[in-house]
């Protein structure tokens, strides 16, 4: 009997320990914890590499630029040295920085440079997607110059920033089944460019899992730039051989393009929800604004009450979607080339304005919503990675060359495979980009312009004002989607950066005018209810960007996640 007791009692505490006795969980594997500094990126190669610069006594940024270096090798379809980004930097005195390094239109681009005589998109070579016109001048070189001169340790060297990545593509790593197949999988349009054909087909060989991978070419370009500094880029023998390329195939961005391309450093923007400093990228990404403005429009409503990802929840999403994305199209673009009514558009009293006429059981037809009336004032793409060091300072870097594997073009005897970031701007105002968005006459082509982008790298604060998390994602409008969606899980749910980054998603633009879901994401009931609201619900579900970010947690652990819907490692100690 006693036994019997015993055995009773032990079941009631494991019991209690598993059903009661812990938080409710989205299923997610544990972060990875680090108890002084985390990097979360998309190749565990690089991720190793940022945790050594802080282990040697580098901060964030310098880890960071590391990071970068070495996804342009081991993650050549979205990391780069050819394309451009933004890095969001907060030091642990408070002070936030937002380095721009978005790509710059070339000087001798117009308008309608992507337009035939009929008035129809070029496409292909000559396109704002494929080929060598697709390219806007690269900025990952100038911004890691930049954010290295003004806010590295000053404990680290350039060259020894820059030696691991160098490292990496002359000895070469073992590719993996993903990026192998990959390859393969882009080999239409890369097999076009000779450079891009043998260096990541084989020559039409292609290359397959196992297979040790080097980049000769990138390695000697990250040579130069290790001894040369990062304006060799720009001014020495990879800028001429960037340019000579270009020339011979009638590209537009030449070597005063190359010298007068610019990094800046902006002001970060900030928000909040719900009583949580969100610190953000501004424009030309419309990230932070558009993500500021769902949020703001969704503060007004309890979230939780409405249960996660319940249709009451989706439908609210959906819906201030619409409306933000719309205002996008409109209003968003390179401030230093349009007006953008930023305070107007993050500002709460127009959120709440925008949302007013919201019906908890009907869909609001894109058809009829239109920008809003200011007054006063881009799949599967992309790349983002986290780094905390072990003095808090935090950086969120988000950099791409657009589509995979960017314009397919390698420049010739460089290694570095350019952007088609051209695509982000309005090719033809008021018609469709790569990702279905559609942008007005602010966002459209001019020299020396940056173009609109979806980037969202962020940073979200503790209500007593230390640093809390900070995520961002990969996959062009989607981005905004995700990290939303992830600061809602978070906040609203108290879900950990795993269980937020996990948890299934939706994405709405304003046009199309359908949402993107998850396969297995939403219960068929759930479509079923918001179906009857009027939604329609796209054909082909497939996932919703994909990101990375960190937690820092009450006790100063640092708790690193990788998005379960892609590659990557998160990296402590
Ligand atoms: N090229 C994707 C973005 O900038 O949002």
Do not use: C
């Not at 990959?182 to 087909?201: Q, V």
């Not at 932070?288 to 249960?307: H, R, S």
């Not at 001019?446 to 998390?469: A, C, H, N």
């Not at 989607?478 to 998603?505: C, K």
Request: hydrophobic share 40%; net charge positive; proline share 5%.
């Amino acid at each position: 009997m006693m036994h019997r007791i015993k055995l009773f009692a032990a079941f009631l505490l494991t019991f209690s320990v598993l059903f009661v006795g812990l938080p409710v969980r989205a299923a997610a594997p544990d972060p990875v914890r680090g108890r002084s500094a985390m990097v979360a990126s998309q190749h565990e190669l690089a991720s190793r590499i940022g945790a050594d610069i802080m282990r040697k006594g580098g901060n964030a940024v310098d880890a960071a630029i590391a990071v970068g270096l070495a996804l342009a090798v081991v993650y050549p379809e979205a990391g780069n040295i050819g394309g451009g980004g933004f890095m969001l930097i907060r030091r642990a005195d408070g002070k936030a920085f937002a380095i721009d390094y978005r790509e710059m239109a070339p000087k001798a681009a117009g308008r309608d440079i992507f337009v035939n005589k009929d008035g129809e998109l070029i496409r292909g070579e000559g396109g704002s997607q494929i080929g060598y016109r697709a390219s806007g001048v690269p900025g990952t070189m100038a911004g890691f110059d930049l954010a290295f001169k003004k806010y590295g340790s000053g404990k680290i060297k350039w060259a020894d920033i820059v030696d691991p990545a160098r490292r990496l593509a002359v000895n070469g790593y073992v590719l993996s089944h993903r990026l192998a197949s990959l390859l393969i999988g882009y080999k239409e349009h890369l097999a076009k460019y000779p450079d891009s054909n043998r260096i990541f087909l084989n020559n039409g060989k292609y290359f397959k899992e196992g297979d040790l991978f080097k980049q000769p070419e990138l390695g000697a370009t990250l040579a130069r730039i290790q001894k040369l500094g990062a304006k060799e880029f720009y001014t020495g023998e990879t800028a001429r051989m960037i340019a000579a390329d270009m020339k011979a195939n009638n590209g537009l961005i030449t070597l005063e393009d190359l010298k007068n391309y610019v990094a800046k450093d902006r002001e970060p923007l900030r928000g909040t929800y719900r009583g949580h400093e969100i610190i953000t990228m501004p424009p030309p990404s419309s990230g932070g604004i558009v993500m500021l403005q769902i949020l703001n429009m969704l503060e007004g409503f309890d979230v939780k009450a409405m249960g996660h990802n319940s249709s009451a929840e989706l439908h609210l999403y959906t819906e201030a979607s619409r409306r933000a994305f719309a205002d996008r199209a409109e209003y968003m673009a390179d401030p230093d080339f349009a007006d953008v009514p930023t305070a107007m558009l993050t500002n709460k009293a127009y959120a709440t304005r925008r949302i007013t006429g919201f019906d908890p059981k009907k869909a609001f037809a894109s058809s009829n919503t239109r920008p809003g009336n200011v007054t006063g004032g881009e799949g599967t793409e992309t790349t983002h990675y986290t780094v905390v060091d072990p003095a808090g300072t935090i950086v969120s870097n988000t950099y791409t060359i657009n589509d995979l594997y960017g314009s397919r073009v390698t420049a010739k005897g460089t290694g570095v495979l350019l952007n088609d970031e051209m695509d982000d701007f309005a090719a033809r105002p008021g018609k469709p980009n790569l990702f279905g968005l559609i942008q007005g006459e602010r966002n459209k082509v001019e020299g020396g312009k940056r173009p609109l982008s979806s980037m969202t790298p962020t940073i979200v604060m503790r209500k007593d004002g230390k640093p809390w998390f900070a995520v961002g994602a990969r996959g062009g409008p989607r981005i905004i989607s995700a990290v939303m969606q992830t600061v809602i899980n978070v906040i609203d749910f108290e879900m950990n950066i795993q269980q937020a980054i996990d948890a299934p998603r939706i994405h709405h633009q304003w046009l199309p005018d359908e949402i993107y879901w998850e396969q297995f994401g939403i219960s068929a009931d759930t479509r079923n209810i918001m179906t009857s609201y009027g939604h329609a619900f796209n054909e082909r579900p497939g996932n919703i960007a994909s990101a990375t970010g960190i937690m820092i947690d009450k006790e100063g652990v640092r708790l690193g996640a990788i998005d379960s819907r892609s590659d990557g490692a998160a990296v402590g100690y």
